[in-house]
């Protein structure tokens, strides 16, 4: 074969050049708006050093769950219950403590221990009695909430040793705070597991093709049941953490973990169709979410828009990163061909006859206002 006959490469794409990098760029784009935004806004209170110490103390909570999230949502699983596991792994602990007069360095292990048993219990649901992981791991939320509820009877557990406090939200003398240490040795541990051990690739290479890798002999049940232990143990983890920083552990506490959590790790790249996980990533949703909450906060916004901008967040980032993976980009045409097809035009007009039906009931509603309402 002569040297003109030899194959040529065809040269790289924007996309394929960019696509290693996508899962971070995507965050530290939204970081970067959100700074130049609060820049304008309200700079003097957001860049404060005891704000941003603020936002590092509230990322830190969700950094060990974002970490073991991503395994699970590598391997196409989700899991609901880790802000209830997190309660009654808190309320357990402080019962260790108070009730008991457990060590506190025992019961900060017991307290990640039994998080790591309700993870296997999530597991052994899921891949036993074959429950799906969205209603499986719903249904253990209401049965952990449930039993939080009863052993806390209403009670707000408060006042722990300093160690708790310190897990929470101590600092090291001119370091960063202990919680964040915490959250980023998580991250660096996560990374180590994803990239080199083999329930790393075993993940990715079950959350690509469950059947496939069954075939290769991977024991795809047993690793699936390892990411739930994981899960668990960290919601564990983050049950003492927010113990220590609210000094305090009430049945209700951590409701939104799970939507914050899932957000994150999704926002970072991590496909929730399975097969693709960025670690890093993870740590860039987890700031994202921090910063634009905290945001919010600022500015004076209403504590629930927060849920609506965490929702927002979620359906944006799996709509980017979904048209990113398609190798089709809807024909020749690109972004703008999904927009112009048949069936989506159709569903546009009915779109825009909802909109305008709803418009005129708003005006006839306004026009025959009485302006008052009774009252009793």
């Known amino acids: 074969m002569g040297e003109t006959d030899m194959p040529v490469s065809a040269p790289k794409g924007l996309q394929e050049r960019l696509d290693p990098y996508l899962a971070i760029i995507g965050p530290m784009v939204m970081i970067l708006m ?5 820049g304008v806004a309200e700079p003097a209170r957001y860049f404060r050093l005891s704000n941003l110490n603020i936002i590092l103390l509230e990322a830190a909570l969700y950094m060990p769950l974002a970490m073991a999230m991503t395994f699970v949502i590598t391997q196409r699983g989700i899991d609901l ?10 309320i357990i602990m402080a019962f260790a403590i108070k009730e008991f007069g457990f060590p506190a360095w025992i019961a900060v292990l ?10 296997l219990i999530n597991g052994l649901v899921i891949t036993k009695f074959r429950v799906p992981d969205l209603i499986g791991t719903l249904a253990m939320d209401l049965v952990y909430r449930g039993f939080a509820l009863v052993l806390a009877k209403g009670l707000v557990l408060a006042r722990f040793p300093d160690l708790i406090t310190d897990i929470g939200r101590g600092r090291l003398p001119g370091f960063l705070p202990i919680p964040v240490i915490i ?7 996560g990374a180590f597991i994803l990239r080199r051990s083999w329930f790393g690739r075993y993940s990715i290479a079950i959350g690509s093709n469950p059947e496939a890798a069954e075939m290769t002999g991977i024991a795809v049940d047993r690793y699936k049941v390892y990411a739930y232990v994981l ?10 953490m927010l113990t220590g920083k609210l000094n305090a552990i009430q049945a209700t506490s951590a409701p939104y973990f799970n939507l914050h959590v899932i957000a994150a790790v999704v ?28 945001a919010l906060v600022t500015l004076r916004i209403e504590f629930f828009w927060q849920s609506v901008a965490s929702g927002v967040v979620i359906i944006l980032s799996v709509a980017f990163y979904t048209w990113l993976q398609k190798k089709d980009r809807d024909g020749a045409k690109g972004l703008l061909n999904a927009f112009t097809t048949p069936d ?12 305008a039906g709803t418009v005129v009931l708003l005006v006839i509603g306004s026009l025959f206002s009485t302006g008052s309402v009774p009252s009793g």
């Open 81 to 90: 219950s880790i802000g209830s596991v997190a309660a009654l792994t808190g």
């Open 267 to 294: 926002v970072g790249g991590t496909s929730l169709f399975g097969g693709r996980a960025y670690m890093l990533g993870s740590f860039a949703g987890v700031l994202l979410l921090s910063m634009m909450i905290n």
């Open 110 to 119: 017991l307290g990640i221990a039994i998080g790591g048993i309700f993870g």
């Open 34 to 38: 959100i700074l130049a935004f609060m």
């Open 183 to 189: 959250g980023i040795l998580a991250f660096l541990i």
């Open 344 to 355: 989506n035009i159709k569903l546009m007009k009915l779109g825009g006859v909802l909109a």
């Open 231 to 240: 899960m668990g143990a960290m919601a564990g983890l983050a049950g003492v």
